[in-house]
């Protein structure tokens, strides 16, 4: 009996007891046994009809549209909250650290981003799980929500459900499964973007222009949002919308650490299981998740800097 090569779709679903007669069968019926561009032609019309194929692994029969559809809520959720807290603690830190260039605030900062950077996201994910969830016990350890907790569903974010239901203990319950793998997972953003912006406000702050504003006696603030801030977010919107779509295509390994049920995990479990469909689907959707993060981007170059607007 000849030899049965490992992997393909055909090797996924029928596992370590095929035949070459079941293999056969079985690639006639997909379609397999048709030349490249024949399986090319076939799959672009079946996606053009929302049909990319049902799940062999990770929700065995299911379409891999619905599991998506079903994921994708946690992923934006988690993601969102993780940027957040990135922008938040990573802009003005970052504005502070270039304020203070060569003090120990700016030291600290450059320190602690290092960290943010060198530190693996697997290893913090469980180093926060295991002090936080384990020993004090002060937060959920894994998942999005209690699975005692009775919450209504209407947009599959569980905490915008729970205050849109007005049900505030199944919002507060969910927002406490996400921090601590937001945390984890905007520890890369963060240290990325205090840097992105203590490099530019620094570079900023070098101007003529910011000199002149204060020499002529304009106040700290005035000067700080109109000359400084708005000046130095070019180039730090661009690494926030890049951060942000890399969170969206998947994080992987926060998802897995955590037992978080979104697109990272499904994609994990993809590779493992060879699920060819929801693979495809996964790398198309992140694909469309950094085209749109560029497209909103660009739009917001127009409204935070005047100068690249196109002339009417």
């Known amino acids: ?31 397999l046994d048709q030349p490249i561009w024949v399986q090319y032609w076939r799959f672009l019309m079946r996606a053009l009809s929302g049909d990319f194929g049902v799940s062999t692994g990770v929700l065995p029969g299911r379409s891999v549209v619905s599991i998506l559809v079903e994921r994708f809520p946690a992923t934006i959720e988690l ?19 270039a304020r203070h260039r060569g003090r120990p605030l700016d030291l600290g900062g450059v320190l602690l981003s290092l960290v943010g950077v060198a530190v693996p996201v697997f290893f913090l994910g469980f180093l926060l799980r295991y002090v936080f969830a384990i020993e004090l016990g002060w937060l959920p350890a894994s998942g999005r929500q209690s699975a005692t907790m009775d919450a209504t569903r209407i947009t599959g974010f569980f905490v915008l459900d729970g205050l849109l239901t007005r049900e505030w203990d199944a919002a507060w319950n969910a927002f406490k499964h996400l921090i601590l793998p937001g945390i984890a997972l905007s520890s890369i953003p963060f240290a990325v973007i205090f840097r992105i912006t203590r490099a530019s406000v620094l570079d900023v702050l070098d101007e003529d222009y910011v000199r002149t504003a204060e020499a002529k006696g304009l106040t700290l603030p005035v000067i700080r949002n109109r000359h400084v801030l708005r000046n130095a977010m070019l180039p730090v919107v661009t690494t926030i919308g890049l951060q942000v779509g890399s969170l969206l295509a998947g994080a992987v390994l926060t998802e897995k650490v955590f037992a978080f049920p979104g697109i990272g995990d499904a994609l994990a479990r993809s590779f493992e299981l060879r699920d ?19 497209l909103v981007v660009d739009l917001l170059y127009a409204v935070i800097d005047p100068r690249v607007r196109t002339a009417r």
Do not use: D, H, K, W
Request: aromatic residues 8%; proline residues 6%.
């Open 1 to 31: 009996m000849a030899e049965i090569p490992a992997g393909g779709p055909v090797s996924a679903l029928l596992g370590e007891r095929a035949t070459p007669e079941t293999r056969a069968q079985l690639e006639a019926a997909l379609g």
């Open 79 to 97: 993601s969102l909250f993780a940027i957040l807290l990135a922008v938040l603690i990573g802009v003005p830190a970052g504005y502070l650290a």
């Open 276 to 294: 060819y469909a929801m693979l495809q689907l996964l790398i198309m959707a992140a694909a469309a998740v950094y085209v749109f993060v560029n």
